[in-house]
């Protein structure tokens, strides 16, 4: 088989690069370990910015994402029982959408059928090689059957715990990371959501976050120990435990259900640098991950994309590999920047083990976003999303 552009993984970087580059009218295939309806099931990010709306207009799949997406000019962070809003269109004329992964997924998967570009599901064994030259190949096996994919790049989009990333030689690459002492447990219920804006809560028992996906569908976390297992959580304890960090208010809002997903993430930050390996090129979870808090993972895999694929586009229209060869510095500049934020909201709503000096600064941090405009206008600013 022969193809421009080999995608490893069709998560929401894969799929998105697959379409974009498909409305270039760059053949690709994407090889993805999973089936559809696995990688459709898991259920993850859920906050847009705009951006990513951009980018996701450009690929033709945004009509269902402005009927369905609902605009958030804010948030609230509750601390010591006491809520405060944080007005990002005030602050900085700009809103987030909330949209979840599952229905980007859905879109872009429904977009590529209907214009017939390939996804091998159930690729098993996918192997890189020769990336380091002029023609790369890919190797998979499908229902027994062996195929080699001849190609002119490779793009990686298979997450953190895919291949691509680990083809490379360790020597070629730097690993930067930061494992934090704590996980978060999700529930996702149909249940009304208790604010029409999400709530970070710093809380003594530890974080919680009531988020959504829809009017009717609601997402909440806790921060949890590591050692927990979800099966100890059963949906009342879940409840009773949420109910004891939120405010007053919240709680007399609550609406709550039977979970229909529940699940334990653990909270990581982590960047491989450089981003581009001779003609392999990684995106997405595959180059970096964020902790959760800051609503920026999905975004930076769009983020990736929007810079790939125009790196791409320049390669074949003018024979040039000028943006390719900035690739992997233009994304890590917009990386470090979101891992910065995530750490920092991180770090300034956890509960940590330190009650001692740590804690102090905490506080100190959050009062100073809640009395000082511009600190708060730096923290709308980056929420929103830094320019793509
Ligand atoms: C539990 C959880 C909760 C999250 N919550 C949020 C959130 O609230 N907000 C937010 O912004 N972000 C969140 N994220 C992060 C966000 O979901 C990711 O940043 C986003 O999915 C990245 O997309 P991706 O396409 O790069 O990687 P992925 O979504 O991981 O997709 C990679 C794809 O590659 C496939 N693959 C892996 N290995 C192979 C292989 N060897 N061969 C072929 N295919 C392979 C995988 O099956 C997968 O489909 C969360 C992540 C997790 C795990």
Request: glycine share 8%.
């Amino acid at each position: 088989m022969r193809t421009q552009v080999a995608i490893i993984g069709a998560g929401p970087a894969g799929l998105l690069l697959g379409q974009l580059l498909h409305t270039y009218g760059i053949d690709n295939v994407i090889l993805e370990r999973q089936t559809g309806d696995y990688v459709l099931g898991r259920i993850r990010a859920g906050l847009i910015e705009q951006g990513t709306v951009d980018l996701l207009d450009e690929a033709g799949v945004g009509a269902r994402m402005h009927a369905e997406g609902l605009i958030h000019d804010g948030t609230q962070i509750c601390a010591d029982g006491v809520r405060r809003r944080i007005d990002f269109k005030a602050l900085t004329g700009k809103t987030v959408m909330v949209y979840g992964q599952t229905e980007i997924t859905r879109d872009l998967m429904e977009a590529r059928t209907a214009c017939g570009a390939p996804t091998v599901y159930e690729a098993e064994q996918v192997a890189l090689h020769d990336f380091a030259g002029a023609q790369p190949r890919v190797t998979y096996r499908k229902d027994g059957q062996d195929t080699e994919i001849v190609c002119d790049i490779i793009a990686g989009c298979d997450g953190f715990h895919g291949v691509s990333r680990r083809s490379v030689s360790a020597s070629a690459i730097r690993t930067f990371e930061r494992v934090y002492p704590f996980g978060w447990l999700g529930l996702l219920s149909d249940t009304p959501p208790v604010s029409d804006e999400l709530i970070y809560t710093r809380h003594e028992l530890g974080f919680a976050l009531c988020s959504m996906r829809s009017p009717t569908r609601s997402r909440y976390y806790l921060q949890c120990s590591l050692a927990e297992h979800v099966d100890a959580w059963p949906d009342a304890r879940f409840w009773d435990e949420l109910r004891l960090r939120l405010d007053d208010e919240s709680n007399e809002r609550l609406v709550t259900g039977a979970s229909i997903e529940k699940s334990i993430a653990p909270l990581r930050s982590f960047v491989a640098e450089p981003m581009r390996f001779g003609r392999l090129f990684l995106a997405g979870d595959a180059a970096h991950i964020v902790p959760p808090t800051g609503a920026k993972g999905l975004n930076l895999a769009a983020s990736d994309v929007r810079y790939l694929s125009l790196a791409l586009r320049e390669f074949y229209a003018e024979k040039s590999l000028a943006g390719l060869d900035r690739y992997s510095d233009r994304a890590l500049a917009r990386v470090w920047q979101a891992e910065r934020f995530s750490w920092w909201m991180t770090t300034m709503l956890h509960t940590f083990p330190d009650a001692g000096f740590d804690r102090k600064i905490q506080h100190a941090e959050l009062d100073y976003v809640f009395k000082s405009r511009p600190a708060a206008t730096a923290l709308a600013e980056q929420y929103v999303g830094l320019p793509f």
